[in-house]
């Protein structure tokens, strides 16, 4: 019981100091402290951890290796784009906009989610053929539908082909031109936070666990009555729809999108930030994105060259440090545990 309040209480103070950081960086990005640069930063940091938690909840907790999870995001980051141009623009599609500019402020979050279902519709999809799969097969399968998603976006002619799309700007500006306020940094930070609560809840829950045991021993799972086909479609489902959701705000924060951004080096951004965070660790996801971010941003000059740095990290990884920087363990368990060596390294220690 002391345990579970103790919990309890470490939760309400995590969120409590999630949302005033929140509070705090809406404000100072309102009072025009925080310049666009800083903004754009903190935005692509928010993405990205949405991005890499949902990865996670496949090759993480479940266990399994999706390489292809950058053509969900390209999904939700489509459907997302075309119905705001729809409601909230003069448009291609329907010519006028269906609803007044100021709706966005309401309506927008709902756009982000329709991107969000579209993309765990095609999780499911891509799933049930690759859960009859395993290992290296199912690797195979989620680049060969990263592939098959991009190379369909590519021939629809309608939604820009190669040309890509773009327009969905304006929904930010007539967002900001009812309200002056950074909406679309107010939205990343909400949708992240949001992310993070129902990944940590779902984990936690009976469900969570059923995903778990699958990572550990699946016939076992399986003896002990958990449906490992549902639980794994569930997984991919909810992964999908939130790298769904991600893509949606991807698209609203850069105002245009085309296939070639969320190509195979999308993916494999993707899982750096998984492993290098450590699987099964959502607060090393968060990590490993501020991390990855940051190092994008310091490499930018770089140019093309990053892509060759990228992988290698990757395979660095591989080689010397799999478990990644917190293995499956959240942040407050890992320095709990590296707080306790030191204090015992401190009372072997010779007194003189």
Do not use: H
């Given at each position: 019981?002391?345990?579970?309040?103790?919990?309890?209480?470490?939760?309400?103070?995590?969120a409590?100091?999630?949302a005033?950081?929140m509070?705090?960086?809406?404000?100072?990005?309102?009072?025009?402290?925080?310049?666009?640069?800083?903004?754009?930063?903190?935005?692509?940091?928010?993405?990205?951890?949405?991005?890499?938690?949902?990865?996670?909840?496949?090759?993480?907790?479940?266990?399994?290796?999706?390489?292809?999870h950058a053509?969900?995001?390209?999904?939700?980051?489509?459907?997302s784009?075309?119905?705001?141009l729809?409601?909230?623009?003069?448009?291609?599609?329907?010519?006028?906009?269906?609803?007044?500019?100021?709706?966005?402020?309401?309506?927008?979050p709902f756009?982000i989610?329709?991107?969000?279902v579209?993309?765990?519709?095609a999780?499911?999809?891509v799933?049930?053929p690759?859960?009859?799969?395993?290992?290296?097969?199912?690797?195979?399968?989620?680049?060969?539908?990263?592939?098959?998603?991009?190379?369909?976006?590519?021939?629809?002619?309608?939604?820009?082909?190669?040309r890509g799309l773009?327009?969905?700007?304006?929904?930010i500006?007539?967002?900001?031109?009812a309200?002056?306020f950074?909406w679309?940094?107010?939205?990343?930070?909400?949708?992240?936070?949001l992310?993070?609560?129902?990944?940590?809840?779902?984990?936690g829950?009976?469900?969570?666990k059923?995903?778990?045991?699958?990572?550990?021993?699946?016939?076992?799972?399986?003896?002990?009555?958990?449906?490992?086909?549902?639980?794994k479609?569930?997984?991919?489902?909810?992964?999908?729809?939130?790298?769904?959701v991600?893509?949606?705000?991807f698209?609203h924060?850069l105002?245009?999108i085309?296939?070639?951004?969320?190509?195979?080096?999308?993916?494999?951004?993707?899982?750096?930030?998984?492993?290098?965070?450590?699987m099964?660790s959502l607060?090393?996801?968060?990590?490993?994105?501020?991390?990855?971010?940051f190092?994008l941003?310091l490499?930018?000059?770089?140019?093309?060259?990053k892509?060759?740095v990228?992988p290698?990290?990757?395979?660095?990884?591989m080689?010397?440090?799999?478990?990644?920087?917190l293995?499956?363990?959240?942040i407050?368990?890992?320095?709990?545990?590296?707080i306790?060596?030191?204090?015992a390294?401190?009372?072997?220690?010779p007194?003189?």
């Open positions: 019981m002391k345990t579970l309040r103790r919990e309890q209480k470490t939760a309400l103070l995590a409590g100091i999630a005033g950081a509070a705090l960086i809406t404000g100072l990005a309102a009072a025009e402290v925080l310049n666009q640069y800083v903004q754009n930063v903190l935005m692509s940091i928010g993405i990205n951890i949405i991005f890499a938690a949902s990865l996670n909840i496949v090759n993480g907790y479940m266990g399994e290796f999706s390489c292809g053509g969900f995001m390209a999904v939700g980051a489509y459907v784009s075309v119905l705001s729809i409601l909230f623009t003069n448009n291609k599609f329907t010519g006028a906009a269906l609803l007044p500019e100021w709706s966005a402020l309401v309506v927008f756009v989610l329709a991107g969000g579209a993309a765990a519709v999780g499911l999809i799933a049930i690759s859960f009859k799969t395993r290992d290296d097969y199912l690797a195979i399968i989620t680049i060969a539908s990263n592939y098959i998603i991009t190379a369909a976006i590519n021939n629809m002619d309608v939604i820009g082909g190669s773009m327009g969905m700007k304006n929904v500006f007539g967002m900001s031109g309200i002056p950074p679309t940094l107010f939205w990343i930070l909400v949708f992240t936070g992310a993070l609560l129902l990944i940590k809840r779902l984990m829950s009976t469900l969570g059923g995903i778990s045991a699958i990572r550990y021993d699946e016939v076992s799972a399986e003896i002990m009555s958990v449906n490992t086909n549902r639980m479609l569930l997984a991919f489902m909810f992964s999908s729809g939130l790298a769904g991600a893509g949606g705000l698209a924060q105002g245009f085309n296939p070639a951004s969320f190509g195979i080096m999308k993916s494999t951004e993707g899982m750096v930030m998984v492993y290098l965070g450590g099964g607060s090393g996801s968060a990590l490993s994105a501020v991390f990855f971010t190092l941003e490499m930018r000059p770089l140019q093309i060259w892509w060759v990228i290698l990290l990757l395979i660095l990884l080689q010397f440090r799999p478990e990644g920087l293995g499956n363990r959240e407050n368990k890992a320095a709990g545990g590296l306790a060596k030191l204090r390294r401190k009372r072997s220690a007194c003189c």
